[in-house]
């Protein structure tokens, strides 16, 4: 287990109807919000809103879920009570 609550609820703004442990989130089918950052560059400086490169992260190879694995640069799971502002 992770000891995080998530938030079980009908959709993203709607009152939470039940929090329930991170981990077994997917094991009930119970929706999970995450956040998420990527990155990109603009390496011809001419045509700046043309990315030419993207940014990847790699997992850890310890982590208990897809280690070693490609991933975002940035990411997690939305906890109960946060709210994106």
């Known amino acids: 287990?992770?000891?995080?609550?998530f938030a079980v609820r009908a959709s993203?703004?709607?009152?939470?109807?039940l929090l329930i442990e991170r981990a077994a989130a997917p094991l009930f089918g119970a929706g999970?919000?995450?956040v998420f950052l990527n990155?990109?560059?603009?390496a011809d400086e001419t045509d700046p809103s043309r990315p030419t490169h993207l940014?990847?992260?790699?997992?850890a190879g310890n982590k208990p879920t897809w280690p070693g694995l490609l991933d975002c640069v940035v990411a997690g799971g939305l906890a109960a009570g946060a709210v994106p502002r």
């Open 12 to 17: 993203f703004h709607a009152p939470p109807r």
């Open 1 to 5: 287990w992770r000891d995080e609550t």
């Open 39 to 42: 990155g990109y560059v603009c």
């Open 32 to 34: 999970a919000y995450g």
């Open 55 to 59: 940014w990847l992260g790699k997992r």
